[in-house]
């Protein structure tokens, strides 16, 4: 197996406002991974060089089941590795590491599984439930997912669709909106709006993914409950 990779972007869209997905092209490699894992991306010829760094940690959006496409999503910002992504011509090559990471599924398929998602670390819980999906895996899923605003939750009518197929509770909610056409829930991912939804259900592992700030903020409330640390995973995601 290879240390490095080169693949080509084949696609970039918006998948929420100001959200984007990217797109590589893995055919041909041996290039394999974890679903929920990671990689180093290194923008070769960078068009805004940035004088730290061309390379940035991404989670991979996609599963391995869904075929020889690596998907990214990140949120638009200001920074030059991010204007460098954006100004990317489609068919130019991205350096890409192996996978590590360990923010990944258990094999215990009996016990349920709950995410606790803000923003952007949506990433790698799609990754793992559309995973769950392609396999059809019999394994009980709650994600609470929170963003300021509808507009900016990426990949939510996919979620939705999901939840009708998998045995997935899929709980939206935002924090700072009122929209009247919002269905779901309002507010911060909080002590009651988790047990609420996880009434009667025991011995679950948590999956906390964000900002900083919200991820501790989750795990704190995890502890107030008295979910033992053992049963929680965390993965932080800064800005750049």
């Known amino acids: 197996m290879s240390s490095a990779y080169f693949f080509p972007l ?8 100001g959200t984007i997905e990217f797109i590589l092209d893995a055919r041909g490699s041996d290039f394999s991974f974890r679903a929920g894992q990671w990689v ?5 010829h ?8 061309n390379t940035r940690t991404l989670s991979i959006a996609s599963a391995p089941e ?14 030059a590795y991010k204007r460098s992504l954006m100004a990317l011509p489609l068919g130019a090559q991205l350096k890409v590491s192996r996978a590590s990471g360990s923010f990944v599924l258990y094999d215990d398929v009996s016990r349920p599984v709950v995410f606790l998602i803000g923003g952007i670390g949506i990433t790698p819980a799609r990754s ?4 769950i999906v392609a396999r059809r895996e019999s394994r009980k899923i709650f ?52 047990e609420y939804n996880l009434l009667g259900v025991a011995d679950s592992f948590f999956y906390i993914a964000g ?30």
């Open 211 to 240: 900002p900083p700030e919200m991820v501790l903020g989750a795990w704190q409330v995890l502890h107030v409950i008295g979910v033992p640390s053992d049963d929680i995973a965390t993965e932080e995601f800064s800005g750049y």
């Open 143 to 194: 994600l609470f997912y929170a963003n300021r605003t509808p507009s900016e939750a990426a990949y939510l009518e996919e979620f939705v669709r999901w939840s009708k197929e998998i045995d997935l509770q899929f709980i939206p909610t935002i924090t700072d909106s009122s929209d009247p056409t919002w269905r779901y829930e309002r507010g911060r991912i909080d002590r009651a709006m988790i």
């Open 128 to 131: 793992m439930v559309a995973g």
């Open 46 to 53: 960078p068009q805004f060089p940035d004088e730290d760094s």
């Open 40 to 44: 180093d991306v290194t923008i070769i």
């Open 66 to 79: 869904e075929g020889d496409q690596l998907r990214f999503a990140i949120r638009v910002g200001k920074s």
């Open 10 to 17: 084949v696609a970039r869209r918006e998948i929420a406002s």
